[in-house]
């Protein structure tokens, strides 16, 4: 089956910008996490989605916002764009919890923004 | 606060060397431990999980809950094994927040 898809892969900005990037989950998933990967911090999470609901959301400012759909396939969007905002940001998909069992995360290639 | 720590940054070993590749976490309830292993130009993906026990690709990981580790280990290290591990965890087991706290990370290089 497909893996996780992040569009675009590759995206430069500048400071002041805003910016939105998109993940399609694997079929039949419904939860989608974001992550920020920068040298400095690592792996950071920042929010997840699970049947269009927000569930769970990081240490971000509200500059970093999310949404999902109804076919699962979210989007997150950074408003005014700041140079510390560059990173790699991943998605990941799983189905979900169950049975006292977290699902697998799947994650996509991630997008790498430069924030100029 | 949870915290996933991995003390290594970098670890070099030889072919058929053994290698571990530790993890510490700081919490008090029931989390559940993952290693994530990314390799060169690949996407990041999971090598093994605490609940399930395997071993996968020769490593095996047992959870200390009294010393809260979570070590990667395997007895003869492969050229093939050099890649960036992570080691995470979700904070209660079965949750239905699937949120990942991840370590800095580990790059495990296998010299020939």
């Known amino acids: 089956k497909a893996g996780v898809t992040q569009t675009p892969r590759y995206l430069i900005k500048t400071r002041g910008q805003q910016v939105t990037l998109s993940c399609s989950p694997i079929s039949g998933h419904r939860s989608v996490s974001w992550y920020q990967q920068t040298p400095g911090q690592g792996l950071q999470f920042l929010f997840e989605?699970?049947?269009?609901?927000?569930?769970n959301k990081g240490n971000f400012p509200g500059r970093f916002s999310g949404r999902q759909f109804s076919n699962s396939r979210s989007e997150m969007n950074v408003s005014t764009l700041e140079l510390g905002d560059s990173a790699l940001y991943l998605c990941?998909?799983?189905?979900?919890?169950?049975?006292?069992?977290?699902?697998?995360?799947?994650f996509g290639p991630g997008t790498r923004l430069t924030v100029t | 606060a949870q915290r996933v720590t991995q003390p290594e940054k970098l670890l070099s070993v030889f072919k058929g060397a053994p290698v571990e590749l530790k993890c510490n976490y700081s919490y008090s309830g029931s989390p559940e431990l993952f290693w994530y292993v990314q390799y060169s130009r690949q996407r990041l993906q999971l090598l093994l999980r605490h609940i399930s026990r395997e071993s996968i690709k020769g490593f095996t990981a047992d959870l200390n809950k009294g010393e809260t580790s979570f070590h990667l280990k395997k007895p003869f290290a492969q050229e093939e094994d050099s890649a960036m591990y992570y080691c995470?965890?979700?904070?209660?087991?079965?949750?239905?927040?699937?949120?990942?706290?991840f370590g800095r990370g580990t790059q495990l290089t296998v010299w020939p």
């Open positions: 990941a998909s799983s189905l979900g919890t169950t049975g006292g069992m977290s699902y697998e995360q799947y």
């Open positions: 989605y699970f049947s269009e609901t927000q569930r």
């Open positions: 995470a965890l979700i904070p209660d087991r079965g949750s239905t927040l699937g949120r990942l706290y």
